[in-house]
């Protein structure tokens, strides 16, 4: 693979084009096909995944003598949000959440009942507000502050996996119901890989083995089917199918991280409320530690908090719905000949929903460092650990997140000139694309005002 040409696909000067990874790297589609290195690091995963709950339910409860707290918000979740940029949802394929359901499944204690329609049919408002009771748990509970708080949250959805597969066959609860899984997929639209089939090789084929299995092995665990996948929305990027297709079908994409957006215009994003519900949240949780912060803000608790973290998140909400509508209308096209209705500020603002949700999940990391290490040791007497911390410097934040939030201004820019002067030549004027332009700038400096700490 030339170096050059990798860079030219990622940084979108040949948008179309894609390298087959599989091809490039045949050890890597072994990783994926042996699936023993995949069973070693998912054990591992287990282990640490068993250690957060444990600890977090019977070890100390003070946040600086339980190291949980860290390595849940501040390494785990941050690495995944970062993930999604890199390898798009390949984090679905080592999860330990679906693991307990694996087991009682290959104990025979499911029920194998078939899925719902009704969960299917409205699968992304269902995980769509999960994801927005985590975010309102999170958030106004302090929960980030609490180790058993953060176990009890974890076992929750670790319940939620465990019994939807005491239900339904395989891993329906990722398929149609895990909040994490939607916000992971729509994320990853803005992966620079992509796990797609030959889509030549499948019209050829009789079997479909890589959705329904052989006699031998069972097929796709979410339903999908390498010849399904379209997207990178849900398919878990697991591997399970490479060795189920006879047609060397299934590929691994270096592909420009903009193609999904330009190309399906944001319509497979399935629900359209995701982005306004992720960022108005993103800005509520900016503006708590914020200088604009309401002193009286503070001084509520309890359910008055959350009462008041609720208002918050609904006005946050309805203003980032606000510019979406005002950004549709000034846009002026709402309909693709291909795919029908469309919002077109749902693609355009992909980059800054992925944005602010890592520079939210980074300022908590780097934040936090300092204090990891010496935190493992006061809980495990290691007293050498103890002295080895060091200091961020205040003025690292603000950089930090200024960067990330301005490139994904670039970013957002970059899809609707794309969408406004390629995919929709000459039918949006250029005072409409100012217009959203504008917009894009007032919602990046409405992050920018509140990421500045106090
Ligand atoms: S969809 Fe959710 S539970 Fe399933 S693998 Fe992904 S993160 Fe884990
Ligand atoms: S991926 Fe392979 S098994 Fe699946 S439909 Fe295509 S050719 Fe058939
Ligand atoms: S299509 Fe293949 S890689 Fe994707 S989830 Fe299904 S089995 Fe895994």
């Given at each position: ?12 000067r ?28 998912r054990?591992v995963?287990?282990v640490?995944?068993a ?5 977090g339910?019977?070890g ?29 949802r390949?984090?679905?394929?080592f ?11 290959s ?26 009771f ?6 106004s509970?302090?929960i ?31 398929r149609?119901?895990?909040p994490?899984?939607?916000l ?19 019209k ?22 390498a ?22 079908s299934?590929?691994l994409?270096l592909r ?13 994003i399935?629900?359209s ?8 949240s993103q800005?509520v949780?900016f ?8 002193p009286?803000?503070k001084q509520v608790t309890?359910?008055?908090?959350m009462?008041l973290?609720s ?6 909400f ?6 979406i ?9 709402t309909?693709d000949?291909?795919?029908g ?5 749902v ?11 890592l520079?939210?999940?980074l300022?908590?990391?780097v934040?936090?460092?300092p204090?990891?290490?010496?935190t ?8 050498s650990?103890?002295?080895?911390t060091?200091?961020v410097?205040h ?13 994904a ?6 899809v609707?000139f794309?969408l ?9 004027p ?16 409405s992050?920018?005002c509140?990421m500045?700490?106090?």
């Amino acid at each position: 693979m030339s170096i050059k040409r990798a860079l030219r696909i990622v940084f979108d000067r040949t948008p179309d084009d894609t390298i087959d990874l599989f091809k490039v790297f045949p050890g890597l589609k072994h990783f994926f096909e042996r699936r023993r290195l995949h069973a070693v690091l998912r054990t591992v995963g287990d282990v640490v995944f068993a250690f957060i709950i444990l600890a977090g339910l019977f070890g100390p409860q003070e946040p600086k003598r339980n190291c949980i707290l860290y390595l849940s918000w501040g390494l785990w979740w941050p690495t995944i949000v970062l993930s999604w940029f890199f390898v798009g949802r390949m984090w679905c394929g080592f999860c330990p959440f679906p693991g307990a359901g694996r087991l009682v499944q290959s104990l025979g204690l499911s029920f194998n009942l078939r899925v719902p329609r009704f969960i299917q049919k409205n699968s992304p408002y269902l995980s769509l507000a999960l994801l927005c009771f985590i975010i309102w748990i999170e958030e106004s509970t302090g929960i980030k502050e609490s180790p058993r708080g953060t176990a009890l949250l974890i076992l929750s959805i670790l319940s939620g996996a465990t019994v939807t597969a005491m239900l339904f066959p395989k891993q329906a609860w990722c398929r149609y119901l895990c909040p994490m899984g939607r916000l992971i997929g729509v994320g990853s639209t803005l992966s620079i890989l992509e796990f797609r089939p030959d889509f030549e090789k499948c019209k050829t084929c009789k079997t479909f083995a890589c959705k329904r299995g052989t006699n031998e092995r069972s097929g796709c665990p979410v339903y999908l089917g390498a010849f399904n996948v379209r997207n990178n929305l849900d398919c878990l990027i697991c591997g399970h199918c490479l060795s189920l297709c006879d047609k060397d079908s299934p590929k691994l994409n270096l592909r420009s991280p903009f193609k999904e957006l330009l190309l399906n215009k944001g319509r497979f994003i399935t629900c359209s409320y995701i982005i306004p519900f992720l960022m108005g949240s993103q800005l509520v949780r900016f503006y708590e530690d914020s200088p604009f912060l309401l002193p009286w803000f503070k001084q509520v608790t309890g359910l008055w908090a959350m009462a008041l973290y609720s208002g918050l998140l609904i006005v946050g909400f309805i203003y980032v719905f606000f510019i979406i509508r005002l950004g549709a209308c000034s846009f002026g096209i709402t309909e693709d000949e291909l795919f029908g209705k469309f919002s077109p500020m749902v693609p355009i603002l992909v980059p800054m929903a992925f944005a602010g949700e890592l520079a939210y999940r980074l300022d908590y990391a780097v934040r936090h460092a300092p204090e990891f290490l010496p935190t493992i040791a006061r809980q495990f007497h290691i007293g050498s650990l103890s002295y080895l911390t060091f200091q961020v410097p205040h003025w690292t934040f603000p950089i930090m997140n200024i960067f990330i939030l301005a490139s994904a201004i670039g970013a957002c820019n970059y899809v609707l000139f794309r969408l406004a002067f390629d995919e929709f030549e000459g039918m949006v004027p250029g005072w409409r694309v100012a217009i959203v332009s504008g917009l894009i700038f007032i919602t990046g400096l409405s992050y920018i005002c509140f990421m500045i700490p106090v």
